[in-house]
């Protein structure tokens, strides 16, 4: 999925200390095309810095993600933390797991906390048990637990959760940048979403995104050397043009402007980040204000999220970047799942939510990342943005979201792997596929996947086949599932 020229590649001996360490050449690549390719991935993961805080943090004084006792995470210094936790996590898992894949705080664990947890406890509290979360997934990481099950899962469920990480990622670029939006309740219609506005491009962002993708698509068949970083930087820059002129503000005063960040010239480059979250968590405070059982299905519940959401995105990258073996099996994987559980721990550490492989890292991949030399790239400059907020906050969605839309295009050929004509193989990759973007959640996806695997190939005269885990891990899915039933019993 290279966008480069054969010449980059025919250097077949390491040239440097650092392509020895990090196995650039081995891997095919260049250090041009890892630096090309983790700036793509900071621009179609930057977003992260502006929405996290909007998704956790909170004004004082307003109800809006407050905590039991009414106090909020304020906004700016959520957005450092983000940065922050962002930046180590990525360097860090670069230099030891070598692998393209930059963390931040995940999404849909952000919101889980927002939404279900925080409203119980204390907002430290609430870190307090990402924190134990993260020490869980790390030990299960260690013992290889982790690993096995990452092992245990048929090749088809691999491709079909690779293809289906395609299918999300291209639906959170349709959704970011506007050119899909939900029908509201009060429409009268059973329509849950339609294209634009009244099934009609009828935004100026709308109609960037539009040019994005048919730009970056014919500059991907061109071949042309970093052509979604081009991509990303003409956009923004006609995005720019355009505010000038049509003065859009944001889609909160006006349902047809920018989706978050307005593409305009910022009033000032940059400020010293206020870090003062970092530290305040309480890891035993939950146990203790909503009781151990309570507190406990919390942590069931981020668990499951982090552990499936993790390994789907590893697999779905790991086959992108071509680094998998003939079975979907990443090489040292362990090492790669110990650091990414640690992101969990870091995350509630920072109190920025979680921290776990992006899926827009597939962007970076696309642009020929290959090493962890790529996240170094975007680590730093995570780091750097903690300063420069209201520099990178430039790029609006609209700009950085086509690049979502051309990698899910080159992601969903993974179905190729797929023999769809075996009915007990189709239908749990399809919904493994198509769960993820509709219901906003790669660990959904696998869930419906191995259970219905599990059972079609039960139906067979095949229990035996299955690998003991799937059964294990296909039994959690069920209690995953049915966790709000649960929590109303011990309630």
């Known amino acids: 999925m290279a966008i480069e020229s054969s010449n980059d590649t025919e250097q077949k001996e390491p040239v440097s200390a650092i392509d020895r360490y990090f196995k650039i050449t081995q891997r095919n690549s260049t250090i041009s095309r890892e630096i090309r390719g983790g700036l793509v991935t900071f ?137 899909v939006k939900r029908v509201p309740d009060a429409a009268g219609t059973t329509v849950p979403v339609s294209l634009g506005i009244n099934n009609s491009i009828a935004t100026w962002p709308a109609l960037l995104f539009v040019f994005g993708v048919l730009f970056m698509g014919i500059l991907v068949v061109r071949k042309v050397r970093g052509g979604l970083l081009i991509g990303i930087v003409v956009t923004t820059i006609l995005a720019m043009i355009v505010e000038q002129f049509a003065d859009l503000d944001s889609s909160v005063a006006n349902p047809k402007g920018w989706s978050l960040n307005i593409p305009e010239i910022p009033s000032s480059i940059g400020d010293v980040p206020n870090l003062s979250l970092v530290g305040d968590v309480d890891v035993f405070g939950a146990f203790t204000r909503i009781g151990v059982l309570s507190a406990s299905v919390l942590v069931f519940a981020l668990v499951l999220s982090n552990f499936f959401d993790a390994m789907g995105t590893m697999t779905g990258l790991g086959k992108e970047a071509e680094l998998s073996d003939k079975d979907g099996n990443l090489p040292n994987i362990g090492k790669a799942l110990v650091v990414e559980g640690t992101g969990a721990i870091a995350g509630g550490v920072g109190s920025a939510s979680s921290n776990t492989v992006f899926v827009e890292s597939a962007s970076g991949i696309a642009e020929g990342a290959r090493t962890g030399l790529a996240n170094i790239v975007t680590g730093v400059l995570f780091l750097i943005a903690m300063f420069f907020t209201p520099l990178y906050s430039v790029v609006p969605l609209e700009a950085a979201a086509p690049a979502l839309v051309i990698v899910g295009a080159m992601m969903i050929s993974q179905v190729r792997d797929i023999d769809l004509t075996r009915f007990d193989y189709a239908l749990p990759c399809f919904l493994t596929i198509v769960v993820m973007p509709f219901t906003y959640s790669i660990a959904n996806g696998i869930g419906a996947g191995f259970i219905s695997w599990v059972v079609l190939a039960t139906a067979r005269g095949k229990a035996r086949s299955i690998h003991p885990l799937l059964w294990i891990v296909a039994a959690v899915f069920v209690l995953y599932f049915a966790k709000e039933p649960i929590e109303n019993l011990i309630d």
Do not use: C, H
């Open 43 to 179: 621009f179609t993961m930057a977003y992260i810095v502006v929405l996290n805080p909007i998704i956790i943090g909170g004004v004082p004084g307003n109800a809006k993600n407050a905590d039991v006792l009414g106090d909020v995470l304020p906004m700016a210094q959520v957005a450092a933390v983000t940065a922050l936790v962002a930046g180590i996590m990525s360097i860090v898992f670069g230099l030891v797991a070598n692998y393209p894949f930059a963390i931040a705080a995940g999404l849909g664990i952000n919101s889980l906390l927002a939404v279900s947890i925080a409203p119980q406890v204390t907002w430290p509290e609430a870190m307090g048990l990402v924190v134990v979360d993260g020490i869980i997934i790390v030990l299960l990481a260690v013992t290889g637990f982790r690993s096995a099950v990452f092992r245990a899962i048929p090749g088809e469920l691999k491709a079909a959760i690779a293809a289906g990480i395609g299918a999300f990622i291209a639906f959170i670029g349709f959704v970011d940048a506007g050119f």
